[in-house]
């Protein structure tokens, strides 16, 4: 099994910028991707930016040139950098990852973004 660790969440205001970590371990050879989710209340889940064990990346239109996705194999832990934050990017981010047992999720991590 996996088991995602994420830290770094917090309140910024408008334009601001926050930086997320994803901590994995256990069997985190098998793991092809991974990637962060946002839910905001009323809202359904976003796949907001994804990374492939290739160094591919993903990330939603309504992130894209803000936020950037990337992987410190050393210490087994995904980044997602997130500049000019806007108000309409609170939500909780979840981590995940794919491996070959299937999907591991972390317990998501507060960002608020006042205006």
């Known amino acids: 099994q996996v088991q995602l660790v994420e830290s770094g969440g917090g309140l910024v205001q408008d334009g601001g910028s926050l930086r997320l970590s994803c901590a994995a371990s256990?069997?985190?050879?098998?793991?092809?991707?991974m990637g962060w989710v946002r839910q905001a209340p009323g809202k359904q889940r976003e796949l907001v930016a994804s990374?492939?064990?290739?160094?591919?990346?993903n990330y939603a239109d309504s992130v894209k040139g803000r936020f950037t996705i990337s992987r410190d194999n050393g210490k087994n832990t995904v980044i997602l950098q997130m500049n000019s934050l806007k108000p309409e990017d609170t939500a909780v981010y979840f981590c995940?990852?794919?491996?070959?047992?299937?999907?591991?999720w972390g317990q998501g991590t507060q960002v608020t973004v006042s205006s």
């Open positions: 995940n990852a794919h491996y070959l047992g299937g999907w591991a």
């Open positions: 256990g069997s985190i050879s098998g793991i092809n991707v």
């Open positions: 990374i492939y064990s290739s160094g591919d990346t």
